[in-house]
């Protein structure tokens, strides 16, 4: 360290009173900056966990694979778990004896063990079908169908087949056309039940769910959902490149959970949102600029003394200004953490409010305050971010400081001609201010001439604090919007 960086770091115990003062100010501007950052991340991971429950646990799907591309996919290693569907769409099924033909027929999904386990992100009793011969079924459906005494390793009979209108189109889906008739494309099976569902939201329009056979694998109809080994911003990337290697026709990427690895496209939620928090996070650096360097302004006259008996022993320009640097590293590698820990802090306690708040709406299907908890997510990528803009700012806020330190020349100092430049006239008050405000008020404005850049940059700092607070507002609503968890629905009932 060298002599000025002595002086400098004295200095600063000697003026505890500023030290602390200017290190709250970047404690503040760290934890809004934390904020951001550990906002972002948190929603981003409970969109993400959302969107595992409401559409199950993979990343993409793959339509109309040959046994061949089943057999490259499984293999590949870019890929951590495969998972097989028969179809690209639902099949459809009758109950044996049903009480009525809308309760007895529903859709029914066609899959392999791996894949019921992706989509599986319900309550359930037993386990997923693993042949042909076993089906999981929804509590519901058998309470609706006589069978509310049915339990794991009893037999129902179902018969496999279409719903379908007069003019022979396909029906899929949870609404029933009074038009429409069940054509049977097989007899009636007996199947094994080895697993009761209560409401799985990742299919919620499937009643039953039967293990896929090799006959089926081979057909060329089979969906194939793949869980990524690599979980990460190039997920996209992945699964394109996985697609054009084995020549796959179509893929369907899991958005949420794509968007929660920083993974997004054009369009996409995290798209849309990453302008609008980059916006915030000008404005917080903006303000936190300002406040700062208000911290230093506040004690400018102390500085110039101090900055001039540096010149006087022979300090050079350069010197001079590395010292107002190295006074905000010192500032700096107090304020960074003590900021960091405090943004995780007061975001942790805002974010559990705002997603119980969320959550408990239940606007999200099958997502409620049993199986799902708004947690704060720090990932290394927020902490990265949020040292280097602190740092960036914390350079700013120094910079205009360290350059006219390095002008300071000891007359400067003596004189402090660079802190006060007014004339006697214009320190003279307005009639009108001593009317209304008195005598304290008259000293308070001439005072403010006095000091003329130290009251604008207050007067800044108070405007950016209402624009920022104002931009925070407008912020959020555009994040809910961005999310899609809010709409105007012009209608009541559909």
Same mark, same amino acid.
């Given at each position: ?5 002595? +002086?400098?770091?004295?200095?600063l ?22 904020a951001?950052?550990? /906002? ?15 559409? =199950?646990?993979?990343? &993409? ?25 028969y ?7 009758? !109950? ?9 027929t /529903? ?28 089906? &999981? ?14 339990? %794991? ?17 396909? %029906? ?24 009761? +569902? ?23 109809? #089979? @969906?194939?959902y ?21 020549? $796959? ?13 920083l993974?997004?496209?054009? =369009? ?16 917080? %650096? ?20 101090? +900055? ?19 006074? =905000?590293?010192?500032l700096? /590698?107090?304020?960074?953490? %003590?900021?960091?820990? *405090? =943004? ?14 969320? !959550? ?21 990528? /927020?902490?990265?971010g ?6 960036f ?8 400081? *360290? ?9 400067? &100092? $003596? ?20 009317? #209304? ?10 005072? +403010? ?12 700092s108070? *405007? ?6 104002i931009? @925070?507002?407008?912020? @959020? ?18």
């Open positions: 360290m060298n002599i000025a960086n002595k +002086l400098t770091y004295r200095h115990k000697e003026n505890k009173g500023r030290t602390v003062v200017t290190t709250l100010g970047i404690c503040v501007s760290v934890a809004m900056i934390t951001v950052f550990v /906002a972002m991340a948190s929603f981003l991971n409970l969109f993400g966990e959302i969107g595992k429950i409401s559409s =199950g646990n993979w990343d &993409a799907y793959y339509y109309h694979l040959s046994q061949s591309q089943i057999e490259q996919v499984e293999k590949d290693s870019r890929i951590s778990k495969v998972g097989l569907k179809g690209s769409e639902n099949k459809s099924f009758q !109950i044996k004896n049903p009480t009525s033909y809308k309760r007895g /529903a859709e029914m999904i066609i899959g392999d063990k791996s894949y019921f386990e992706m989509v599986l992100t319900g309550n359930f009793d037993g386990k997923v079908p693993a042949n042909e011969n076993e089906v &999981a079924v929804e509590k519901d459906f058998l309470d609706k169908n006589g069978m509310k005494d049915a339990k %794991v390793g009893d037999k129902i009979v179902l018969t496999q087949g279409q719903r379908q209108l007069d003019d022979g189109s396909y %029906v899929t889906g949870s609404n029933f056309n009074k038009d429409e008739k069940f054509v049977p494309s097989g007899d009636e099976k007996e199947y094994t039940i080895t697993a009761i +569902l209560h409401t799985n939201p990742a299919t919620k329009y499937s009643s039953v769910w039967r293990g896929i056979s090799e006959d089926e694998i081979k057909s060329g109809d #089979i @969906c194939a793949i869980t990524l080994a690599k979980q990460n911003s190039s997920a996209y990337s992945t699964i394109e490149d996985i697609q054009n290697d084995y020549k $796959i026709d179509v893929y369907q990427a899991n958005e949420d959970v794509l968007a929660s690895y993974s997004g496209r054009q =369009g996409d939620f995290l798209v849309t949102m990453l302008p609008i928090v980059l916006v915030v996070l000008i404005l917080i %650096v903006i303000a936190s600029v300002m406040l700062i360097y208000n911290a230093f302004g506040m004690s400018l006259s102390e500085r110039v003394r101090y +900055l001039g008996m540096l010149a006087s022993v022979g300090a050079t320009k350069s010197q001079k200004r590395k010292s107002v640097y190295f006074e =905000g590293a010192i700096g /590698a107090i304020g960074i953490p %003590v900021g960091i820990l *405090a =943004g995780i802090l007061g975001i942790s306690i805002t974010l559990k409010l705002v997603g119980h708040k969320i !959550i408990s709406t239940g606007m999200i299907a099958g997502v409620n305050d049993s199986n799902m908890q708004m947690k704060t997510v720090v990932p290394a990528w /927020a902490i990265i949020i040292i280097l803009v602190s740092i700012t914390i350079f700013i806020s120094t910079f205009i400081p *360290a350059r006219k330190a390095s002008k300071i020349t000891p007359i400067d &100092a $003596i004189r402090q001609r660079q802190e006060i430049k007014v004339k006697p006239k214009k320190l003279k008050a307005p009639k009108y201010i001593k009317k #209304i405000f008195g005598y304290e008020g008259e000293l308070a404005y001439k005072n +403010l001439k006095r000091n003329g850049k130290k009251s604008r940059l207050i007067t800044a108070i *405007a950016l604090s209402i624009v920022l607070f931009s @925070c507002n407008y912020f @959020c609503g555009m994040f809910i919007q961005a999310s899609g968890y809010e709409k105007n629905i012009p209608y009541q009932i559909a």
